[in-house]
């Protein structure tokens, strides 16, 4: 044969086999796939024996520029240095310390060998998509289990910080604003035992207040509704207020086997039902779901490149109706700081990845980030 297809978990289950045999080009598609160096896939790719390598990947740099790395590891061993090197001569003083020059010094060294291409300009006839961020404010119950929480957690880390280094200290910053976004969505998501049922109170989440209201319209209307949630739970939660509208649905997780997978979606696409609930991990790439028009996304995640690839699973070639992404977010909460940082790393990929913009800020997680994110809730939001 002349081309052979695999999975990455095949690759490096078939390691031996696929080493013995010299390549002409490997390719390597959602190449993020390889962003952790040290992972057995990563590892696999990279023992293959080929004259050519590519990468093809819409999220090259989704948390920080050691993904980056990871993938010219890949292309061209030694090119961008060893890991360490690279941690200290670039990822340090672009991502901690903001120096602007260095990171056009880093772009100027990888976009030879980046292709870079934009659907404005590759898809030409795709429709108009169109982002609304809706800030929900928090109220009642939901309102003041917010504040204990954040009031609990800033004492807690202020402590922890304290006590040691900022890097030991990460489990007890990211346990505690895990927990402040859970409590921004449904505060149920805290207590495991708590019931999955309709809710019958309007304070108690102003997320679902805001579908159950949102919803039956969008559906009356004729629109094809994705939801996307990074809490699987949360989309149970969602699920039995489905089910109390009389709305038909479909779900997608990590959970969904895969043999089911193909099916489910395939209903959808078919125009089965109306609305799909899709958990952010099983549904951020590898799926094409164009006959969604919509896209609500209720809850920010760090990382806007993998919100992007979620809605692009609509906005895409096949698409012929404009399409609508919803962000709902707690008002003065720390999902409205979160877009803040989501900005920032957007800017970074931007500049080191060739596209025109400025970024001096630090990327990475400070101190003084955590404690913005645990400040009180802005009633002005």
Not at 35 to 48: D, M, Q, V
Not at 154 to 172: I, T, Y
Not at 303 to 324: F, K, L, M, Y
Not at 357 to 369: F, I, N, V, Y
């Amino acid at each position: 044969v002349d081309l052979v297809l695999t999975s990455y978990p095949l690759l490096w289950r078939d390691a031996m086999a696929l080493q013995r045999q010299p390549w002409h080009l490997v390719l390597l598609d959602e190449a993020q796939m390889v962003k952790n160096a040290g992972s057995r896939t990563a590892t696999a790719a990279r023992r293959l024996n080929a004259r050519h390598r590519l990468c093809l990947t819409g999220t090259p740099l989704e948390n920080h520029l050691g993904e980056l790395w990871a993938q010219f590891h890949f292309l061209l061993p030694g090119y961008l240095g060893d890991a360490r090197s690279f941690q200290r001569d670039w990822r340090t003083p672009i991502e901690k310390n903001g120096e602007t020059q260095r990171a056009h010094l880093l772009a100027a060294r990888v976009q030879p060998f980046i292709l870079r291409r934009h659907k404005t300009t590759v898809a030409t006839e795709l429709p108009p998509l169109t982002a609304q961020i809706h800030r929900l404010p928090l109220l009642g119950a939901q309102r003041t289990l917010y504040e204990s929480l954040r009031l609990a957690a800033d004492e807690r880390v202020r402590r922890v910080l304290d006590a040691q280094h900022f890097s030991g200290a990460m489990v007890s910053i990211l346990d505690a604003l895990l927990k402040l976004r859970q409590a921004c969505n449904d505060p149920r998501l805290l207590d495991p035992r708590a019931a999955i049922g309709p809710t019958t109170d309007t304070g108690s989440s102003a997320k679902l207040a805001w579908l159950q209201a949102t919803l039956p319209d969008l559906v009356a209307q004729g629109r094809r509704v994705l939801v996307f949630s990074q809490f699987t739970r949360m989309l149970a939660l969602v699920e039995a207020e489905l089910q109390a509208l009389g709305l038909p649905y479909l779900l997608l997780t990590g959970d969904t086997p895969t043999a089911q997978r193909a099916g489910v979606v395939a209903q959808f696409q078919a125009g089965a039902v109306p609305v799909f609930l899709v958990s952010l991990k099983a549904g951020g790439v590898g799926l094409n779901l164009t006959a969604a028009d919509t896209v609500v996304h209720l809850d920010p995640w760090w990382n806007p490149a993998v919100e992007q690839q979620a809605s692009a699973r609509a906005h895409r070639i096949g698409q012929t109706r404009p399409v609508s992404v919803y962000r709902l977010v707690a008002a003065g909460s720390i999902e409205e700081r979160l877009l803040a940082l989501q900005q920032r790393k957007a800017a970074l990929a931007d500049v080191v990845l060739g596209a025109a913009g400025k970024t001096s800020a630090s990327t990475a997680l400070q101190p003084a980030d955590v404690l913005a994110l645990l400040a009180p809730l802005d009633t002005g939001g």
